[in-house]
Every structure is written in C-alpha cells, then in structure tokens.
C-alpha cells in the first residue's frame, strides 16, 4: 500500500472524517490558518459552517450534538478565539454534551514567550471540560484526536479541547489511522450494577406506597425513556422530570406528571415532599431541583442511579446508590419489580394536580398577549411535533410548562450553566442533523442580543429555523426576583429592544410582529410556509411573571402561586 504523507493539518480532517462527522462550526484565524487551508481538499466530506463568532460555533456544536447523538465539532484560532469558547465548553460540561473543540496555537518555540494571541487554553478549560490536550508532536496527533472523540463520547459525555501548535499543523509525517481500541484511564464505570444493588431497589419499590420517580437527562443520554415508562406502568408510579429530562416520557401519559423544582407543578413538588420513595434517574439533585436540602422529602427512602460515580451521594445522600448506564441498570431491575397499583397515591396527586396555580392564563381572554399564550399557541399550531431550543429566562420556563413533548430529544436547552445566548447558534447546528423537523427558537429579547451576530449564519446557510422573540422590554426572570425579593427595584432590568423587523430585513429574513393572540395562528402558518429563517416578534405583557415559585432556600413545595386577586398583571 502507498504511503500517505500528510500534514498535521490534513489529520485533523482525516481524523474527524473517520470519527463519521460530516459537519464542523468554526471561524478561521492565524493559527488555525493551516487546518483551514487544507480543509480546500476535504469539501466534498466536510461542511463547515462559518459562525460569527467563537461562542456560536460552541453552541452549534452543542446543539447538533444534542440532535443527533453523535459529536459535535468547532475550531477557532488561539487567544480571543480560544477564550471565546470557554462558555461554550462550560455549558456543555454542566449538561454532559459530547463536543470537541479544536484549537490552533502559537509555534512550540513561542509557547510560553507571550507572543501574539498565545493563551493557555488548555489549561484555562480544564474546569469546564472533561479533557483538554495540547499537542506538541505530530507523532501524537491522529491517537489524541481519536482518544479526544472517545473521551467526549464516553460514560458520561462532556467537552474535550484540543489544542495544536501551529507548527505541528505544518509539520508532515505518514498517516496512519490507529485501529486499536481506546483504553482510558480511570473510566473503569461497572458495565452493570451488582445484584445486591438491584435486589435492595427493587425491595424499596415493591414495598413503597408513596413512590416518585425522578426523571433526568440521563434517560435521554441512555435511551432508557421504553424502560422507565416500563418500570412506571408496572409499579404504578408517578414521575416528574427536571428540565432537561422533558421528552423523556411523553407529555400525554398518565403517569407523567410534570416538571419539578423552582417553577416545577404544584403536584409534582408536593408528591416529592410526601414520598416515601424517591427513584432519582439519570439526574443529579441541582439545588433548582431540590429547593432547600435540608427539608427535601425528607421521610423518604432514596434510590440513585446514574452513570456518574461522583453524583452518588453528592448532594443528597441516598440509601441505595447505583452507578452504571441507567438502560442496563434498568433492564436488570426491571425482572424484580412486582406489579400493583398504587390507587390512593395516584388519588392523592389528582387532587393536587386539579389545584391551578396560574395554568388558566392560556384561556384568558384580554388585550394584553402573555407568554405563556405565545408557547401555548405554537405548541397547538406545530401539532406538538417541534424541536424546540429555548435560551434562558421566563420564556425557558413557561416553555417547560406549556409545551407538551411526546418525544425524546425535543427539547434543547442551557440548563446546568442557565447560558444566554445559547438558543439561537444551538438551533442552526441542531438543524444539520434535524432538516425535516420544524425547529423553533423561544429566546427573550435580552437572549437574543447576545448571539444575535449569528442571524447572518443562518440566513448564510438557509437554516430551516423559526425564531420567536418572547419581547416584554426587561430582563424577565431578574426582574421577577426584583420584584419579589427586592421590593420591586428594577435595577438595570429594563432593556431596550432594536426594531426586529429591520434587524430581519437588514439580515435578509422574513419578519413578523404579533401584538394580540388572535393574530398567532395566522402568523405561524405563514411562517410554517417558509423555507429557511423566520423571525417572529412577540410583544407579551411585561410584568408577568412565572409561577408557581419556589424562593431559593425555601422548601420545594412553599410554592408562590399567581395571586388570585389580581388579573394576570403584576405591575
């Protein structure tokens, strides 16, 4: 066989192309300079999508990531390109995405000189990664980025950098592809749970009168949703999911009872309180899940699965810890688990769940268009069957309350880090893996006018994307808290908007502008029509507010609920 000289900037592409990715973000800068240069040769294999910006290209990887399931891939030049990524890698590595970010760098005779955009990058991410490499010999480069790949991928998936000197990109050596299996150190996770952990949580189900499950992202990770559905209908028990566990049992199912924590249902909240058995899936006790520690169900026995060793016991000690991929954990409890119905449990939910704290807004009928109108109206004109990337606020949380998912993955979402600016970058990579799904972006209008450079990517790459600005003139969700806790100061809360319909213009995509609920369903079949972008304005009341609430520090079931003497407005 002939021998392939190549150049350390040739691997990198060889490399992605075996790792069967056909999609990469990125933005071209001195030191990448050569990657990009010999990306020319690969066109017909590799896409590359231009970002506007550093941040973006993170977030598209992200949001393709979590669309497909395969890796997500961005590439930036060192210094302020490297940098401009750490928020990208942060939010990623709070929600266990599976991306890999590739770096150029300065030569390896000017590392450590100070010379011009030289950052320690693989240093400065090493919190917010899972792995960081920098590589100083082309010997190494092909085995790194495989290694980089497997390490992103798994147990539980994060973000890996890798950083290459611009040198080693130049540099030329015979490539050979290494076949041999990645063996990563101290990623020796159990391949199943032992039996004495699977006999102990089965004796806690079977013997519970008062049973939740706790459904997190880590079902949707596993594909585990068939088995914890499974496990719900054999035992009869009810579950709520945290935010990035929606999809992960349908909306529609009997047992499924809704969203937990801070802005979690009024039934939900309560029926952890009350348990006498937590079954906490693929989730890891965020404090925005919990509410106060210290009084969180706390007359109930515990059960943890999740893959992460660490997590067990972390925040919330539990009286069975089992740590392996949830689908395995679960097709071995599953035999063990007898069948009964949990009659006046399940009559004790219904109960809670037919006290409204604040769901009649969607039937009002005023002037005044709310937010929660607006999610409920896509979700009846999309039939339910959107992708959805929300950014990070009240229009994240009225999405989660009034946008039913039925399926796994519909949902994309910041929700470990809470990053603005993530919804509109993640949809345009979300929609390289999704082409035939209408995907929808439910941003505020503080979100947008964090990555709102990124519209040009869109329209550049003709993204079947469909924007509603949620617009009610603040920073909503700070400006609830100021309201609530702060007498109402609205310390730079208030936020000017541009004209969104020039800005549409300007960037060359269609735009809209709804004031009254009565004008949405028209809207939306317009924009249903469209190929490519649209951006859609909705001007919703501005002091509404999220409820019910949990105050930070309270106890998860002392819930705000909307105050029943005053007509929705909370001015």
Same mark, same amino acid.
């Given at each position: 066989?002939? &021998?392939?000289?190549?150049?350390?900037?040739?691997?990198?592409?060889?490399?992605?192309?075996?790792?069967?990715?056909?999609?990469?973000?990125?933005?071209?800068?001195?030191?990448?300079?050569?990657?990009?240069?010999?990306?020319? &040769?690969?066109?017909?294999?590799?896409?590359?999508?231009?970002?506007?910006?550093?941040?973006?290209?993170?977030?598209?990887?992200?949001?393709?990531?979590?669309?497909?399931?395969?890796?997500?891939?961005?590439?930036?030049?060192?210094?302020?390109?490297?940098?401009?990524?750490?928020?990208?890698?942060?939010?990623?590595?709070?929600?266990?995405?599976?991306?890999?970010?590739?770096?150029?760098?300065?030569?390896?005779?000017?590392?450590?000189?100070?010379?011009?955009?030289?950052?320690?990058?693989?240093?400065?991410?090493?919190?917010?990664?899972?792995? @960081?490499?920098?590589?100083?010999?082309?010997?190494?480069?092909?085995?790194?980025?495989?290694?980089?790949?497997?390490?992103?991928? @798994?147990?539980?998936?994060?973000?890996?950098? $890798?950083?290459?000197?611009?040198?080693?990109?130049?540099?030329?050596?015979?490539?050979?592809?290494?076949?041999?299996?990645?063996?990563?150190?101290?990623?020796?996770?159990?391949?199943?749970?032992?039996?004495?952990?699977?006999?102990?949580?089965?004796?806690?189900?079977?013997?519970?009168?008062?049973?939740?499950?706790?459904?997190?992202?880590? /079902?949707?990770?596993?594909?585990?949703?068939?088995?914890? $559905?499974?496990?719900?209908?054999?035992?009869?028990?009810?579950i709520g999911w945290t935010l990035l566990g929606a999809g992960s049992v349908p909306a529609s199912h009997p047992l499924n009872m809704g969203m937990m924590g801070?802005?979690?249902?009024?039934?939900?909240?309560?029926?952890?309180?009350?348990?006498?058995?937590?079954?906490?899936?693929?989730?890891?006790?965020?404090?925005?899940?919990?509410?106060?520690?210290?009084?969180? @169900?706390?007359?109930?026995?515990?059960?943890? /699965?999740?893959?992460?060793?660490?997590?067990?016991?972390?925040?919330?000690?539990?009286?069975?810890?089992?740590?392996?991929?949830?689908?395995?954990?679960?097709?071995?409890?599953?035999?063990?688990?007898?069948? &009964?119905?949990?009659?006046?449990?399940?009559?004790? /939910?219904?109960?809670?769940?037919?006290?409204?704290?604040?769901?009649?807004? $969607?039937?009002?009928?005023?002037?005044?268009?709310?937010?929660?109108?607006?999610?409920?109206?896509?979700?009846?004109?999309?039939?339910?069957?959107?992708?959805?990337?929300?950014?990070?606020?009240?229009?994240?949380?009225?999405?989660?309350?009034?946008?039913?998912?039925?399926?796994?993955?519909?949902?994309?979402?910041?929700?470990?880090?809470?990053?603005?600016?993530?919804?509109?970058?993640?949809?345009?990579?979300?929609?390289?893996?999704?082409?035939?799904?209408?995907?929808?972006?439910?941003?505020?209008?503080?979100?947008?006018?964090?990555?709102?450079?990124?519209?040009?990517?869109?329209?550049?790459?003709?993204?079947?994307? &469909?924007?509603?600005?949620?617009?009610?003139?603040?920073?909503?969700?700070?400006?609830?808290?100021?309201?609530?806790?702060?007498?109402?100061?609205?310390?730079?809360?208030?936020?000017?908007?541009?004209?969104?319909?020039?800005?549409?213009?300007?960037?060359?995509?269609?735009?809209?502008?709804?004031?009254?609920?009565?004008?949405?369903?028209?809207?939306?079949?317009?924009?249903?029509?469209?190929?490519?972008?649209?951006?859609?304005?909705?001007?919703?009341?501005?002091?509404?507010?999220?409820?019910?609430?949990?105050?930070?520090?309270?106890?998860?079931?002392?819930?705000?609920?909307?105050?029943?003497?005053?007509?929705?407005?909370?001015?």
């Amino acid at each position: 066989m002939k &021998k392939r000289i190549l150049t350390g900037a040739e691997i990198i592409w060889e490399c992605i192309i075996r790792e069967n990715i056909d999609v990469v973000f990125g933005y071209p800068g001195g030191t990448i300079l050569p990657a990009y240069d010999a990306l020319n &040769k690969y066109r017909d294999k590799i896409h590359h999508v231009l970002v506007r910006h550093e941040q973006g290209a993170t977030h598209m990887a992200d949001g393709y990531a979590r669309a497909s399931g395969k890796v997500g891939v961005a590439m930036a030049t060192s210094g302020p390109g490297a940098t401009n990524m750490v928020t990208g890698l942060a939010t990623a590595k709070l929600d266990s995405i599976p991306i890999v970010c590739i770096t150029g760098q300065v030569p390896r005779a000017a590392i450590g000189s100070d010379a011009f955009q030289e950052v320690d990058i693989s240093g400065t991410v090493l919190p917010v990664t899972k792995y @960081s490499y920098l590589v100083m010999d082309i010997n190494n480069l092909a085995s790194t980025i495989k290694e980089a790949f497997a390490v992103a991928r @798994s147990g539980r998936p994060g973000p890996v950098l $890798i950083d290459i000197p611009k040198d080693v990109q130049n540099d030329t050596i015979e490539f050979v592809y290494p076949d041999e299996p990645v063996r990563l150190p101290g990623n020796n996770h159990p391949i199943e749970a032992s039996e004495k952990h699977i006999q102990n949580a089965a004796d806690l189900i079977n013997n519970a009168k008062k049973p939740v499950i706790l459904a997190g992202h880590g /079902i949707l990770l596993s594909g585990a949703s068939q088995e914890i $559905i499974k496990l719900a209908e054999t035992a009869s028990i009810p579950i709520g999911w945290t935010l990035l566990g929606a999809g992960s049992v349908p909306a529609s199912h009997p047992l499924n009872m809704g969203m937990m924590g801070m802005h979690g249902e009024f039934a939900v909240n309560n029926a952890i309180q009350d348990a006498d058995l937590l079954i906490a899936c693929g989730m890891r006790f965020d404090d925005r899940v919990t509410g106060n520690i210290k009084t969180y @169900s706390p007359d109930s026995k515990k059960i943890h /699965i999740d893959i992460d060793p660490s997590e067990i016991n972390k925040n919330v000690p539990v009286d069975v810890g089992i740590s392996c991929d949830l689908r395995t954990a679960m097709t071995q409890l599953l035999p063990h688990i007898s069948r &009964k119905q949990n009659k006046e449990w399940l009559k004790t /939910i219904s109960g809670w769940q037919s006290e409204s704290l604040g769901r009649d807004i $969607i039937n009002v009928q005023t002037d005044t268009l709310y937010g929660a109108q607006v999610i409920r109206d896509i979700w009846k004109e999309t039939n339910g069957d959107a992708l959805i990337v929300t950014d990070v606020g009240q229009h994240q949380m009225l999405e989660a309350q009034y946008y039913d998912h039925e399926e796994p993955n519909t949902l994309l979402t910041s929700g470990g880090l809470g990053t603005m600016g993530y919804s509109l970058p993640a949809a345009i990579g979300a929609s390289f893996s999704r082409q035939n799904k209408d995907i929808w972006v439910i941003v505020g209008d503080g979100s947008i006018q964090m990555t709102i450079t990124e519209l040009a990517t869109a329209v550049q790459e003709n993204a079947n994307i &469909k924007i509603a600005i949620i617009n009610n003139g603040y920073l909503g969700m700070v400006r609830q808290w100021q309201q609530l806790f702060y007498d109402a100061r609205y310390a730079e809360t208030p936020i000017s908007s541009p004209d969104y319909l020039k800005i549409a213009e300007a960037y060359g995509l269609p735009g809209y502008r709804v004031n009254k609920r009565k004008e949405i369903p028209g809207v939306i079949q317009k924009v249903k029509k469209s190929k490519g972008p649209v951006l859609v304005e909705f001007v919703v009341e501005q002091h509404d507010m999220v409820y019910p609430m949990v105050p930070a520090g309270a106890a998860l079931n002392a819930m705000i609920s909307r105050p029943k003497n005053k007509q929705f407005q909370e001015a």
